[in-house]
């Protein structure tokens, strides 16, 4: 049955299996489906809305999520706040999301790694993205950035593979969390320059960076939104974009 969807103002209808995701570094705003019901629209919402991240508070959709839920309280007259369920590549937000009361009052703000990475990597995943998400809307679309602490002797991605190369396997590497699009932007990174780094996967951007400046690691891709800040402050050397 198809599930009534919820964009800006307006109820439409969309098939759950016609999930689309237009590019591998939006994020996307997913709403647990709902039965149609004859209740009029502008019923909608009778209680809070929670906005729930599945990554830690400080980090890129974090930051996404706490300025959308600014807006929508005051289109929607209704409290709405952030939930951080961090984990698993948003594994565990997106399960808490599926699992959860299927009124529209949930909402779910992810990268495509849950809903579109993920599950190909998973063999048994504790949710079906199109059985159990309706899209509501595209966010945003992110840039990716290859930084590198501003003190590093790297000063580009050339000398940064040639480091890996020289020492293969052990050029700690980190990302955002095992099946991210971050981990895939580094997996294609190995690929092309024929090297192998240590991935270090976290748990979200924001300890990754943490552990970036605090020299735990050597480098890392991440969306610009978490980055622009240390880069203009002259504590990351930025050293590619896609």
């Known amino acids: 049955m198809p599930a009534a969807v919820w964009s800006g103002g307006i109820v439409s209808l969309a098939a759950p299996c016609r999930l689309r995701l237009t590019s591998a570094l939006a994020a996307a705003l997913v709403l647990?489906?709902?039965?149609?019901?004859?209740?009029?629209?502008q019923d909608f919402?009778?209680?809070l809305v929670r906005i729930v991240v599945a990554f830690p508070a400080g980090g890129p959709t974090d930051f996404v999520a706490r300025l959308l839920a600014d807006k929508l309280k005051f289109l929607l007259g209704q409290s709405v706040v952030v939930e951080n369920k961090?984990?698993?590549?948003?594994t565990i937000g997106a399960e808490y999301v599926a699992r959860g009361e299927a009124d529209g009052h949930l909402l779910f703000l992810t990268t495509v790694g849950a809903v579109a990475v993920t599950p190909h990597l998973v063999a048994?995943?504790?949710?079906?993205?199109?059985?159990?998400f309706a899209p509501v809307t595209l966010v945003v679309r992110n840039t990716t950035i290859l930084v590198v602490k501003t003190e590093s002797q790297i000063g580009?991605?050339?000398?940064?593979a040639a480091l890996a190369q020289?020492?293969?396997g052990v050029v700690p590497f980190a990302?955002?969390?095992?099946?991210?699009m971050t981990h895939l932007a580094l997996e294609l990174f190995q690929s092309a320059a024929g090297v192998k780094f240590l991935h270090v996967p976290y748990r979200g951007a924001a300890p990754a960076l943490t552990d970036l400046l605090g020299g735990q690691v050597q480098a890392m891709f991440a969306d610009a939104p978490v980055l622009m800040s240390q880069i203009t402050g002259g504590a990351l050397r930025a050293l590619g974009a896609a």
Do not use: C, M
């Open 156 to 160: 580009s991605a050339r000398e940064l």
């Open 166 to 168: 020289r020492k293969p």
């Open 86 to 90: 961090p984990g698993a590549n948003g």
């Open 45 to 47: 919402p009778t209680h």
């Open 32 to 41: 647990v489906p709902w039965l149609i019901s004859s209740a009029p629209a």
């Open 124 to 132: 048994r995943l504790p949710y079906d993205p199109a059985r159990d």
């Open 175 to 180: 990302s955002t969390g095992s099946g991210s």
